[in-house]
């Protein structure tokens, strides 16, 4: 049986989350004067990943958008980094660093080989406006975005998948 569809994880696989995060934060704490070890921040916002992911799978929230969750840590962290006087506007456009992460150097020139032969869909926890932003920041050739818990499918494929 040949394969006629590849599916991909995205973060840290097809994107650069580390490195774009942290130089997200450095361009912000040029803006704002802020002298903070930005791959510390980067790190312990993805550390905050999986203990609040835990909270939903043991029930003590409910689902919750990848981008409400992402922002719930940020605000966590910010607090711990004494990172204050924050507008609303400023936090969200901070949360949506994650819409705007970079591929890896090698990501769209495989991609691309790849979707020659394969179509090619995003198999992720994100969000489906979280991928989709992403795609079109990076450049990344999905035929298909598939977001964890959401029925939605975006496809830019001539056929049918």
């Not at 942290?22 to 916002?45: H, P, Q, S, V, Y």
């Amino acid at each position: 049986m040949a394969f006629k569809a590849l599916l991909f994880d995205v973060f840290g696989t097809v994107v650069d989350w580390r490195s774009s995060i942290t130089a997200e934060g450095e361009a912000f704490g040029r803006e704002k004067g802020l002298d903070i070890d930005w791959a510390a921040f980067a790190d312990g916002w993805r550390a905050k990943y999986q203990p609040a992911m835990k909270r939903v799978r043991d029930g003590e929230t409910g689902w919750i958008k990848l981008d409400d969750l992402h922002r719930g840590n940020l605000v966590e962290l910010l607090a711990e980094f004494s990172i204050s006087g924050l507008s609303e506007v400023e936090i969200d456009h901070w949360n949506k660093a994650w819409h705007r992460l970079n591929p890896w150097p090698d990501t769209v020139a495989g991609l691309t080989r790849l979707k020659t032969k394969f179509v090619l869909a995003t198999l992720s926890n994100g969000n489906v406006a979280l991928l989709v932003n992403m795609a079109k920041h990076g450049g990344l050739p999905w035929d298909a975005v598939l977001g964890r818990r959401s029925p939605d499918i975006i496809s830019h494929s001539r056929k049918p998948i």
